[in-house]
């Protein structure tokens, strides 16, 4: 079965992006091989991240910058909380490819593709054919949250349990451990895994046939085998840098009302007193009508 790349990304991208992987690991201080989640501080520490549930399940992510051709310039990145957290890990990963200029550093409403287990830019998803560019942070994400080296080690690891599960579930469990490991969603886990050579285009092609729901589907496997639990939470955190923070400090420093700052913490689901703030009310202060009637009187 062909890859989804439709023979866009030639063997030069490829290395390219390996080479920028080491070279980006050396770079930000990256250590720790398996990245998993921690996608999401490596992003923090490059722009802004705003944190929320939305019910439009198609949008994965957006990600805008200052229009501007400062180095400097502020970046800011979306991700919908309100999909499964495999989903916003992978989301993370792919703006990085952006912001990291892996892949061509434009602003981006990135949205669920026609297979649903890939993102695309909403540009292009009429089409349902993404650009090259989108296909190199696909692949960048995929090639860095899955390493090389620890998903053969962890392959030949799952191999050896394999033995334990039924023939009709047993190459499904391999994938399924590695989607649990690495927080990783279905198909970009398959589609690894015949890439490093780990399983053949055969197999990779009945692994893609696997339905996403209903009788033997990957849903109704992953709770028989007690797996991705993780994978498929809807975590619907709301956060937003240290957006908290600043709405507090504008109200000790009077710039902001009892009322406002209120409002602002509702957002995310925070009131002051939770934050140890006593609830007062705020200084009211006489209209001009009010005071011109009070002289009158006078």
């Known amino acids: ?93 792919h703006e990085l490819a952006h912001i990291w200029e892996v892949s061509e550093d434009l602003p981006e409403t990135l949205v669920t593709s026609a297979d649903e287990d890939s993102p695309i830019r909403m540009e292009e998803a009429e089409s349902a054919s993404p650009s090259k560019n989108e296909l190199i942070a696909n692949r960048f994400a995929a090639e860095f949250l899955m390493d090389e080296q620890t998903v053969r080690d962890l392959y030949e690891q799952c191999v050896e349990k394999k033995t334990a599960y039924p023939k009709e579930v047993a190459q499904i469990s391999l994938v399924l451990c590695l989607m649990d490991y690495y927080l990783a969603p279905y198909k970009m886990t398959v589609l690894r895994l015949e890439e490093l050579g780990l399983i053949s285009p055969k197999e990779e092609e009945i692994l893609l046939a696997v339905p996403r729901e209903g009788e033997n589907s990957i849903s109704q496997l992953q709770k028989r085998l007690s797996r991705c639990e993780r994978n498929n939470e809807i975590t619907k955190v709301k956060k937003f840098a240290d957006f908290i923070n600043l709405a507090i400090q504008d109200y000790k420093k009077e710039l902001v009302t009892f009322a406002k700052m209120k409002q602002l913490l509702s957002i995310f689901d925070m009131t002051p007193e939770s934050m140890g703030i006593a609830e007062e009310k705020d200084q009211e202060f006489f209209t001009s009508e009010e005071l011109d009637a009070m002289l009158e009187d006078e």
Not at 30 to 40: M, P, S
Not at 58 to 78: H, I, P
Request: include cysteine; aromatic fraction near 12%; charged fraction near 35%.
């Open 1 to 93: 079965m062909s890859h989804p790349d439709g023979g866009l990304l030639k063997e030069e991208d490829i290395l390219r992006i390996r080479e920028d992987i080491a070279r980006l690991r050396k770079e930000k201080n990256i250590v720790n091989q398996d990245i998993k989640d921690g996608v999401f501080s490596l992003l923090e520490n490059e722009c802004k991240v705003f944190y929320y549930p939305i019910n439009d399940f198609k949008l994965w992510a957006f990600y805008q910058k200052e229009d501007n051709e400062d180095v400097n310039s502020r970046k800011f990145v979306f991700i919908n909380t309100n999909l499964p957290y495999e989903k916003q890990v992978f989301a993370a990963a």
